[in-house]
C-alpha cells in the first residue's frame, strides 16, 4: 500500500494505492524511472515545491532516501538564507545548494556503502 498526499489549491488529497494503481498515476514515463540523484529505483515522482516555486516545471522521480535527505537537508537550509537577497537569488541559491548537497550525500552513502 502507497499512502499519498497531495496538497493543491482546492485542499488537501489523501489517498491509499496499491503499487500498480499508484504506478498508474504517474506522469508517462516515471513508473520504473531511476532516482535523478543516485540512480536507484525510483519510488516517487513529483514536482519539487522549490524549483515550482522558482518557475521550473519538471516531475523528477526519486529514491525515498535521496528524498528524505533532500528533504532534510532543504528544511535546515531554509533557515539560514540571508533575508536580503531577492526572492529570485534566494530561490535559485536554494536549488543550487540543495543539487550541490546531494551529489555530496549520495557519493558519502556510496562510500559507506549504506542501503537505499
Keep these: 500500500m502507497i499512502h499519498t498526499t497531495?496538497?493543491?489549491?482546492d485542499g488537501i488529497k489523501v489517498t491509499d494505492l496499491c503499487s500498480k494503481c499508484f504506478e498508474a498515476t504517474?506522469?508517462?514515463?516515471m513508473a520504473g524511472a531511476p532516482c535523478r540523484y543516485c540512480g536507484?529505483?525510483?519510488d516517487i515522482g513529483l514536482s519539487d515545491f522549490l524549483e515550482v516555486s522558482a518557475g521550473i516545471q519538471r516531475t523528477q522521480a526519486t529514491c525515498f532516501a535521496c528524498s528524505q535527505?533532500?528533504?532534510?537537508?532543504l528544511q535546515k537550509r531554509l533557515e539560514t538564507?540571508?533575508?536580503?537577497?531577492a526572492q529570485e537569488d534566494q530561490l535559485r541559491q536554494h536549488?543550487?545548494?540543495v543539487e550541490a548537497y546531494m551529489n555530496r550525500r549520495v557519493k558519502e552513502r556510496r562510500s559507506y556503502g549504506e542501503a537505499r
Design 6 to 9: 497531495m496538497c493543491a489549491p
Design 40 to 42: 536507484a529505483q525510483a
Design 81 to 85: 538564507v540571508p533575508r536580503d537577497l
Design 26 to 29: 504517474l506522469a508517462p514515463g
Design 95 to 97: 536549488i543550487e545548494d
Design 69 to 73: 535527505d533532500r528533504d532534510d537537508y
